[in-house]
């Protein structure tokens, strides 16, 4: 990006300064034929030979050796340089630019697509994922001098002393700095079959402008938790590709692959955003996004699948039993977290507490932690009937007499969960502890309570848009492989485990 920055700063400054930035056209043949010719000629000899230099003890030990420090690349890798070799780019890069500029040739495309040539095949030598098809090369043999490939560079960064080339292999071709291997690892890279990890989490997105957050996007943002920023508006081009993308492809795609000892893990999102799961007539297509990913995840012998945030919503797929009941014979395990999810809400409650108050939409995990509060001997308190009628129906002899219906604001331990409504929160007590058991806590309405924040406990590298049940999902996704627990994950819940 720095690359990228100063380039159209100088652009814009040479036509400025020589021919003037208003008369500069659109396209120009000639132009574009002699950026072409100057980046394949003195660009890439250029660069071959001063990169050679680099390798030198001397300037290798002060310099390149910040960029090499890096043996497994990434894209950001692509543009960690010190400064002083920055510049040394820059002056390479300028060439085609200010030659066509001098002699009139120069035209908008042929500037933003040098620059954007420039920075995709950087990104992309780096990305340590061989993505060019083997087909390429079998149409235009010619062009395994033109193009390197990410297992091409990937060598650079392993072995040190071959494969120096900018772009074009062609300069390490005629001086014999081509590794041996080049063409057995390009071959092998295609070939290779994906490692199959142990444990699956399955999410999906937020807003559009969700997919910059993702590792996929700005490491920066990546490493931060999601906030919307004014500055986002200004990338709506991307995030409209982005969202036409997810559209057209339709599947669900990896985005995150882990190692914890000997343990593999993913997390794939299914390509949906939070307000497509409230759309009645998109439950059926995200529904049948899900049964591919449990499906697929089966056949390749994966042992557990957590299915995250609304993933998982009981009127979607009643909390996954829906795929349980469709495909009996499963082998994965499915986990939704909620036995987790009830562990900690229970372990929020004070000590000596012997009423709560159980407000919002009834959910799995109110139902179980009803139950489990039941069996304590903690009076579970509700305001509306048929909320008491539901739970009295749902748990039976277990709640004896601990479940009460009541309107009484005098209970100072209120679990709420998805619906609560501000209106609802006016009629708690002064001191109130509010504690949530859903995906989305309710808004702090009253400055004159407290509301518990679970995941301000939870640690995460990535973003942490998604609050309690994304978290404690996939986190139970890990706790199933550790532990080895052979229970069904859906059948139902047995408090004793959570206490």
Not at 226 to 254: D, E, H
Not at 346 to 360: A, E
Not at 457 to 467: A, G, L, M, W
Request: overall charge positive; glycine content about 6%; some cysteine.
């Amino acid at each position: 990006m720095i690359k990228f920055c100063s380039m159209e700063y100088y652009s814009i400054w040479v036509l400025r300064r020589f021919r003037g930035l208003l008369t500069c056209p659109v396209w120009r043949t000639e132009g574009v034929i002699i950026s072409i010719l100057l980046h394949i000629g003195p660009v890439e000899f250029l660069y071959y030979w001063l990169h050679r230099a680099l390798h030198h003890h001397f300037l290798y030990s002060r310099y390149h050796s910040h960029h090499h420090s890096s043996i497994v690349t990434e894209p950001i890798t692509s543009v960690i340089h010190p400064f002083a070799e920055h510049m040394a780019y820059f002056a390479l890069f300028a060439i085609p630019m200010v030659a066509t500029t001098l002699s009139g040739t120069a035209s908008v495309i042929s500037f933003a697509g040098y620059v954007t040539y420039i920075d995709f095949m950087n990104n992309l030598g780096h990305c340590n994922s061989e993505l060019i098809p083997n087909s390429l090369f079998s149409i235009f043999p010619p062009l395994k001098y033109l193009m390197y490939t990410p297992s091409y560079h990937s060598l650079h960064h392993t072995q040190f002393r071959t494969n120096y080339s900018l772009f074009m292999p062609i300069y390490d071709y005629i001086y014999g700095t081509m590794d041996k291997s080049s063409d057995t690892l390009y071959e092998t890279s295609l070939n290779r079959q994906e490692d199959s990890p142990e444990v699956v989490h399955l999410t999906h997105l937020i807003t559009p402008e969700s997919i910059f957050h993702l590792r996929l996007g700005f490491a920066s943002l990546a490493s931060r938790p999601f906030t919307s920023k004014w500055y986002m508006c200004l990338m709506w081009p991307v995030t409209f590709w982005s969202m036409m993308v997810t559209w057209i492809y339709g599947r669900t795609f990896v985005v995150e692959r882990n190692t914890f000892k000997n343990l593999k893990l993913q997390t794939w999102v299914i390509p949906k955003y939070r307000v497509q799961y409230f759309m009645q007539w998109q439950r059926e297509s995200i529904n049948s996004l899900i049964e591919e990913a449990i499906l697929e995840a089966e056949v390749r012998g994966i042992k557990v699948l957590s299915l995250g945030l609304l993933n998982q919503g009981e009127e979607l797929n009643r909390n996954g039993e829906l795929y349980i009941r469709r495909y009996p014979q499963l082998k994965i395990k499915l986990v939704d977290g909620s036995s987790l999810a009830v562990a900690v809400v229970l372990n929020s409650i004070p000590k000596g507490t012997t009423q709560v108050h159980l407000g919002g939409n009834l959910s799995k995990v109110a139902y179980s932690i009803a139950s489990a509060l039941c069996q304590r001997g903690i009076q579970v308190a509700t305001a509306q009937k048929n909320e008491h009628d539901k739970l009295k129906v749902r748990l039976g002899s277990e709640a004896g007499n601990n479940l009460v219906l009541s309107k009484s604001s005098a209970v100072k331990t209120w679990l709420v969960g998805d619906g609560l409504t501000e209106e609802e929160q006016q009629k708690a007590s002064k001191g109130t502890l509010f504690i949530p058991f859903s995906q989305f806590p309710p808004k702090k309405s009253r400055k004159d309570c407290f509301y518990l924040q679970h995941t301000g406990n939870v640690d995460s590298q990535v973003s942490r848009e998604c609050r309690l049940l994304r978290e404690l999902a996939a986190k139970k996704g890990d706790e199933y492989m550790a532990h080895s627990w052979d229970s069904a994950c859906f059948r139902r819940m047995e408090c004793t485990r959570v206490r």
